[in-house]
């Protein structure tokens, strides 16, 4: 990729919602994506390989469990913060961002909020200081949207469980050090635990020809009879709305990152309109390419308000999960409409690593279908505003 040109661009500054430890925050995780990621990004692409140098970096800015309280080692910032970091995270990729939401959001979150004091304590600021990675396995085979029906499974057998059974498209997989993995008991009642590399029984293989989100690492989660001990279930949440809760949190977070990935299309593609010359005139100049840009701008304002409303309703604890679904419905589709337009006013140069483009556009695509499709948030938002269920 040529050199990060990136300006940040806020058309109703918003920037003056933004305490002065926002932006600060903000600030210092757009220098060092600038500074540590850009330069490589590209690469890491081609190569389909996550850069183990920005663990590192990640853990310096605070990226791991921003909202987790001090003394667990986290940053104990507000949720608009997080969602800051997300953003700057996602400008320079997705990939990049999926690996700190994973951690925060996935990973620390469910320890901080359903573990016991011994599990937060073993955990927690390992996690923070990156010195442990994590991954968060609820998708199988053959349960994606629908994760009630999973099949893997613990069985008691006095001081452990043994799990069985097996998760699929895990973020992280491959070098965590850790698993929040959710299981059906024999009651067939989902319970949340915490896995260890090492534990016998345990695999992580590694996915393989991803065309998206390939500078980050997604691999299988296989149990084959492991001996979980009891200290490991996170005592403190019981069924479905253990894991959907982490969802929440890490949904909120990609409502902000798809803010970054859009922005840097639309960056990207205003620069490039400028500077491209046809039929003796910069394109910018004509009115099909300004419709394109125009509309970029108004969706990205449009979003960052959104989400900005909505850190304010989670500082507060007032943000619904259904407004959660909005957000992250409406942001990420944004961010992929907008990275297929700024495709096409780079012509023929944004199908290359010399810009951006593609690479967000792939990305997104994998975006818009983790963390709960465009469609079953749709159906989120459809079900909250009639009372009526329809996924079934
Ligand atoms: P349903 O009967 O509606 O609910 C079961 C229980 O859960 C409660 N609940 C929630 N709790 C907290 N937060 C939410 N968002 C919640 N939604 C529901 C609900 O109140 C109920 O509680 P209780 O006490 O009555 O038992 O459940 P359902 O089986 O009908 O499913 C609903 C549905 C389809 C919306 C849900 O399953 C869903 O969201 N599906 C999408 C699955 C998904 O998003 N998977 C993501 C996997 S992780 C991932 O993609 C990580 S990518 C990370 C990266 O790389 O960045
Ligand atoms: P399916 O559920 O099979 O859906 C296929 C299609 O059917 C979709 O278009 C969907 O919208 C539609 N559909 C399904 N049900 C309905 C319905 N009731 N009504 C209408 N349409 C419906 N999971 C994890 O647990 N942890 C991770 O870290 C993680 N990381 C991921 C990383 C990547 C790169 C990817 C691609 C996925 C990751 N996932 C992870 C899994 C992700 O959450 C699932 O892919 C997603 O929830 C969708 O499940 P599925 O792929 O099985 O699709």
Request: proline share 4%.
């Amino acid at each position: 990729m040529s050199k990060d040109r990136f300006q940040f661009h806020d058309y109703y500054l918003a920037d003056e919602l933004l305490t002065e430890e926002h932006i600060l925050v903000r600030n210092s995780v757009r220098e060092w994506v600038k500074k540590e990621v850009s330069p490589i990004v590209e690469d890491a692409c081609q190569k389909a390989e996550f850069p183990k140098q920005w663990i590192r970096g990640l853990a310096d800015i605070g990226a791991f469990g921003p909202y987790i309280p001090v003394e667990y080692g986290g940053g104990g910032l507000d949720q608009i913060a997080y969602g800051l970091i997300m953003m700057e995270l996602e400008r320079g990729d997705s990939g990049l961002r999926s690996t700190a939401s994973v951690q925060s959001s996935l990973v620390m979150y469910p320890i901080y909020t359903y573990g016991s004091e011994e599990q937060r304590k073993k955990y927690l600021p390992k996690l923070a200081n990156g010195e442990w990675m994590g991954c968060f396995g609820l998708t199988e085979p053959d349960h994606g949207s629908n994760p009630s029906g999973m099949l893997s499974n613990i069985k008691d057998k006095g001081d452990h469980y043994l799990l069985n059974g097996s998760k699929m498209w895990i973020s992280n997989a491959p070098f965590a050090h850790v698993a929040v993995v959710w299981a059906k008991d024999e009651q067939g009642v989902i319970r949340g635990m915490i896995l260890e590399r090492g534990m016998e029984g345990f695999t992580t293989p590694e996915t393989h020809g991803k065309w998206s989100l390939r500078a980050s690492a997604t691999g299988e989660l296989v149990f084959d009879n492991v001996k979980v001990p009891k200290e490991n279930i996170l005592p403190n949440v019981k069924g479905l709305k253990g894991p959907l809760g982490c969802l929440n949190s890490a949904r909120y977070g990609i409502s902000w990152g798809a803010i970054g990935a859009a922005l840097d299309c639309y960056d990207s593609a205003l620069r490039y309109s400028k500077e491209r010359i046809q039929f003796g005139k910069p394109i910018a100049g004509f009115q099909l390419t300004q419709k394109k840009l125009a509309e970029m701008i108004t969706e990205i304002t449009k979003a960052q308000l959104l989400t900005w409303r909505l850190g304010v309703l989670k500082n507060e604890n007032r943000a619904t999960p259904a407004q959660i679904s909005m957000a992250k419905r409406n942001n990420v589709n944004m961010a992929l409409q907008i990275a297929r337009e700024a495709r096409q006013i780079h012509g023929g140069m944004g199908i290359t690593g010399e810009y951006p483009i593609m690479r967000h556009m792939m990305n997104l695509e994998s975006v818009i279908t983790y963390e709960g499709t465009h469609d079953i948030h749709l159906l989120i938002t459809g079900m909250d505003v009639t009372g009526l269920n329809a996924f079934e």
